[in-house]
């Protein structure tokens, strides 16, 4: 989990977070869960205090695009804005994201 620069919050990129584990239908504590983080690491990030590591963030990406949260036909560029406002010095990994969005969405329970 990466810090915000010299302590500064983030809050567009909390408000992100936040907005996309709403759609998803998670808590804090659900989307813990499924992620194998904290409770205290997704509310930091919905803070604004807080980055998610790069695996951290593929892993929420791959459950919204599983719950289908992400505008139809706009997917793509939702991940790479979601990807890029993470402060990702990482590139985000094209070969991936073309997996993740050719896969069939799982049915939801």
């Given amino acids: 989990m990466r810090r ?10 909390g408000q992100l977070i936040l907005t996309l584990r709403s759609a998803i239908g998670l808590t804090q504590a659900g989307l813990s869960d499924q992620l194998g983080i904290s409770k205290r690491a997704v509310g930091e990030w919905e803070a604004g205090s807080s980055y998610p590591k790069a695996t951290h963030l593929q892993a929420l990406i791959a459950l919204a695009v599983k719950e289908q949260v992400f505008p139809v036909g706009h997917e793509v ?11 990702r010095k990482v590139p985000l990994d ?12 799982a049915p939801s329970a």
């Fill in 4 to 13: 915000s620069t010299y302590g500064e919050r983030d809050y567009a990129f």
């Fill in 77 to 87: 560029e939702e991940i790479r804005a979601l990807w890029k406002a993470a402060h």
């Fill in 94 to 105: 094209e070969t991936w994201l073309s997996v993740l969005l050719s896969e069939p969405p």
